[in-house]
């Protein structure tokens, strides 16, 4: 692996990262494992994402960032059943379904993994625009509640939306002040498409400057913050961006002043400026998150295997006693003085002992199942164990956060994927930590030099 005297600027980083992630890979996928980043394009552009509920003004904003003629249809009703990514290119073109895969970055080629269904639900624009050529940006489908609820969207929405937001370096959740409730997608994505990216999560109350009263903010904005912290697993809100699109103004159609709503506006577009650093910050973490994780993976999994290992050990040998005991008192019963008389007690014996080994192996089975599915509920305790040095210094806070990221997916890979004991996986394992030592401890310095 490489050292970090080699890293001597973010490029040359970029690049070794995805070196390394091309080269874990295969053993990412041993265990089971799915890396978040998945593959870093040295030189990529940064990507933001624009998520949030039907008509709250997602297609508008990204209009007014690009500029010039309008990209995306605008309107009350839902003008878009797809994503759009926007991208910078000399000759204007919009490229549309399966098609559009061939012209993404490498960093997006897991999007087949979505079906053919959601290749049909994706689009790529390239325009000749200024801000596209530091920062691409993504338009999403609005999330609304359909009238019967066993009705569903034709693809993986929720793994979509799962996807694009880990290989965005920021996202934007846009709710609406008319509408500052939560549908029923808006929860699921919430909880469980974007469960781990609150470092890159913001979330815009859009169209501010409809308010006519100061009094209809604060209960809208009251509204927003109720809501969020119903669906968000964490005690701390993430900061609220009010923002709205078209020039600068000072006051809303009905004099209420908008000065503050202003400065917290150039925040927004402080945010979409700083892509380039913000792509930066993403990649470092979430490497060291990808890498850390695995790492974790690994400890736990390896530790299932050796205890399902001495299970089974166990249980076979008990087997083994039962059936030799069971062959050697039918020979006992059976046997006497003449040559006839013994030859039938040995071959009754074999037969007890062959007949009582196979009785014996659907039992075990059984436990080895039960086994397995004790150790999966068992997954946080094993945890514990294997860190328990560093647990017990207080030196384990990162560790503890990248366990609760990969804690459910362990316990399935424990309770039913085929875990066979890795022979050389515990020596992989310190070679992955000594190098996520190695390689990311002196990064910080690199990027505040760049910055």
């Not at 325009?127 to 999403?140: A, F, G, H, M, T």
């Not at 994780?293 to 999994?301: H, Q, T």
């Not at 040095?389 to 560790?399: A, L, N, Q, W």
Request: positive net charge; contains cysteine; aromatic residues 10%.
């Amino acid at each position: 692996m490489a050292s970090s005297g080699e890293v001597k600027d973010w490029g040359a980083f970029e690049r070794m990262l995805g070196v390394e992630y091309a080269r874990l890979a295969p053993l990412a996928e041993r265990y089971y494992y799915r890396f978040k980043r998945r593959t870093v394009t040295a030189g990529g552009v940064p990507c933001m994402i624009f998520l949030g509920n039907h008509s709250s003004g997602k297609s508008t904003l990204v209009n007014w960032l690009l500029g010039g003629k309008k990209v995306q249809d605008e309107g009350l009703a839902p003008t878009d059943d797809g994503f759009t990514i926007i991208m910078y290119g000399e000759t204007e073109e919009d490229v549309v379904g399966p098609a559009a895969l061939s012209r993404l970055p490498g960093e997006f080629s897991g999007l087949a993994r979505l079906g053919g269904e959601f290749l049909q639900h994706i689009a790529v624009k390239f325009r000749n625009r200024e801000l596209l050529k530091s920062v691409s940006l993504i338009d999403s489908p609005g999330m609304i509640d359909s009238a019967d609820s066993s009705v569903a969207r034709t693809y993986d929405f929720d793994g979509a939306v799962r996807f694009l937001a880990e290989s965005s370096d920021v996202v934007f959740f846009l709710l609406d002040p008319e509408k500052p409730g939560t549908t029923g997608e808006t929860v699921r994505v919430f909880s469980k498409s974007l469960r781990g990216m609150d470092y890159k999560l913001r979330v815009l109350l859009n169209k501010c400057d409809m308010f006519t009263r100061a009094y209809d903010f604060a209960r809208t904005y009251g509204t927003v913050c109720w809501n969020l912290s119903r669906v968000l697993s964490t005690k701390d809100l993430p900061k609220i961006l009010t923002v709205y699109s078209g020039p600068e103004r000072e006051r809303s159609g009905d004099g209420i002043d908008l000065s503050d709503f202003n400065r917290v506006r150039g925040e927004f577009l402080a945010t979409v400026r700083d892509a380039a650093a913000r792509r930066r910050d993403n990649i470092y973490s979430q490497a060291l998150s990808d890498f850390t994780g695995l790492s974790i993976r690994m400890c736990v999994v390896n530790a299932a295997a050796r205890a399902l290992l001495r299970f089974s050990f166990a249980a076979w040998s008990c087997a083994l006693l039962f059936a030799a005991v069971s062959g050697l008192l039918v020979w006992i019963a059976m046997s006497s003085r003449s040559g006839l008389g013994q030859v039938a007690a040995v071959a009754s014996g074999a037969l007890a002992a062959a007949l009582a080994f196979a009785a014996s192996r659907p039992v075990a089975g059984l436990l080895r199942r039960l086994k397995r599915r004790s150790l999966a509920e068992s997954v946080d305790a094993m945890f514990a164990t294997v860190y328990c040095s560093r647990i017990s210094v207080g030196t384990c806070d990162d560790v503890r956060q990248s366990w609760s990221l990969t804690r459910d997916e362990t316990a399935d890979v424990i309770r039913s994927a085929p875990l066979h004991l890795p022979l050389f996986g515990e020596f992989a394992r310190r070679r992955l930590d000594r190098w996520i030592k190695n390689s990311f401890i002196f990064l910080p310095l690199a990027r505040g030099g760049e910055k």
